[in-house]
């Protein structure tokens, strides 16, 4: 059984870790690779309304070599906390 995917994406921050769209999503794939809602655009939207909710914040953006935006997120003490309260041990990874 798989976590929600946007549950996922806060329990991929677990380990405070700072990262961006590309690299959750390219640590998720194994698992949600298949799926048909597996694309930036959503994962973007996932981490946007985490940080409007308190669990995530932007910590950097720049733009890459193609000239693309890249935003890194964080999670916050809250965050962790929502990981913790929700998501049963055996899916955290720290």
């Known amino acids: 059984m798989l976590?929600?995917?946007?549950?996922?994406v806060l329990n991929q921050?677990?380990?405070?870790?700072?990262?961006?769209?590309?690299?959750?999503?390219e640590e998720l794939k194994p698992q949600y690779g298949n799926e048909k809602q597996f694309?930036?655009?959503l994962y973007l939207e996932h981490l946007m309304?985490?940080?409007?909710?308190?669990?995530?914040?932007l910590t950097n953006y720049c733009?890459?070599?193609q000239e693309e935006l890249v935003m890194s997120y964080k999670?916050?003490?809250e965050g962790r906390s929502t990981v913790e309260k929700?998501?049963?041990?055996a899916y955290r990874l720290a």
């Open 13 to 25: 921050m677990y380990d405070q870790r700072e990262l961006d769209v590309k690299k959750i999503m």
């Open 75 to 77: 999670i916050t003490d």
């Open 63 to 65: 733009l890459d070599e």
């Open 86 to 89: 929700y998501v049963d041990q």
């Open 3 to 8: 976590l929600p995917s946007r549950t996922a």
């Open 49 to 57: 309304a985490l940080e409007a909710n308190g669990l995530v914040e």
């Open 39 to 41: 694309n930036e655009k």
